[in-house]
């Protein structure tokens, strides 16, 4: 069985081509369900009956998870077990017919345009300012997910004809305009920041975003160095890469822009998933219609 928990891994990785981040969530979702199989009966992953799928998933729920962790976990499952049929070791799905919970969206957190231009004018002169700015305007200017950033390449950006190719959750590649701001950040970490933080010996020679290690950035590395400049901003409230990825969502539908489009942008294979941002233009066209109508 290991030998198919890999091979599936790896089977997302080149069939699927799957980010690094995405594929390493299926394989701890797969782990934690085999787990479970083992502390419950010693039951093996090849051997799990629905009965055993629905457990684990109704386990799940009752410690508090919310839906949308569960349906991420039983599609990570789904598609492993989808896989073994796939590859004969099973005759059929064992999710077959379990449906995933109903996720109630609620409304994305995003920063005004003031606090995003508070933001971007924090970082200094200093090779980690440059960085920093060319992390925050990229993240702003294209609205892509954090894991997107800390994986991107120097290949990925084309600075003479201004745009960004990223390879979404799903393996699509699409490529994404930077505005002149964040393309002349960039272009000055490149050209200016980048060269001082590699450390030949521990460098990825093609990775777009070091730290001072002169290694690719990591996550929490991102994380924390957001975390720090909200706070000098003013920001209230928990911010992410996120937040910013919702900004950029929210001010282009409030400027017009159409859904599909956006849709097209921020990499939705659903365009439901896009459509939860009408949802803030709405209440903000409700505002204002409050605030200014006689007779509202």
């Known amino acids: 069985m290991k ?3 890999r091979d599936f891994l790896e089977d997302l990785k080149v069939s699927k081509n799957m980010a690094e ?3 390493a969530a299926y394989g701890r979702d797969i782990l934690e369900f ?3 199989l083992k502390e419950k009966a010693d039951v093996k ?3 799990a009956s629905n009965t055993d799928i ?3 998933l109704f386990k799940l729920k ?3 998870k919310s839906a949308a962790t569960v349906n991420r976990k039983t599609a990570s499952i789904r598609a492993f077990y989808n896989y073994l049929v796939e590859q004969s070791c099973i005759s059929e799905n064992p999710t077959a017919n379990i449906k ?3 996720i109630t969206r609620k409304e994305p957190e995003y920063l005004t345009i003031e606090e995003v231009n508070k933001l971007l004018s924090l970082p200094d002169d200093s090779i980690k300012g440059a960085r920093d700015m060319a992390i925050l305007e990229l993240l702003y200017a294209t609205g892509v997910r954090v894991s997107e950033i800390i994986e991107a390449n120097l290949e990925d950006v084309n600075l003479r004809m201004g745009f960004f190719t990223c390879t979404g959750e799903f393996g699509k590649a699409r490529i994404i305009p930077m505005g002149r701001p964040a393309r002349a950040a960039v272009e000055a970490y490149i050209y200016d920041a980048r060269p001082k933080l590699i450390d030949k010996g521990k460098a990825e020679d093609q990775a777009l975003f070091l730290n001072y290690l002169g290694e690719r ?3 929490q590395g991102l994380w924390k160095m957001l975390k720090e400049y909200a706070k000098q901003a003013g920001i209230k409230g928990k911010i992410t890469p996120q937040t910013l990825r919702n900004s950029f969502a929210v001010h282009m539908i409030q400027n017009g822009a159409d859904l599909k489009s956006l849709q097209e942008l921020l990499g939705h294979e659903d365009i439901s998933a896009t459509q939860v941002y009408l949802s803030v233009t709405k209440n903000r066209i409700k505002d204002v219609y409050d605030r200014t109508h006689p007779r509202a």
Do not use: E, H, M
């Open 45 to 47: 992953l090849t051997d």
């Open 21 to 23: 981040n995405t594929v």
């Open 62 to 64: 009752s410690s508090g």
């Open 54 to 56: 629905v457990s684990f």
């Open 217 to 219: 950035i990591t996550r």
């Open 34 to 36: 085999a787990k479970f």
């Open 3 to 5: 030998d198919y928990f």
């Open 100 to 102: 995933s919970p109903k």
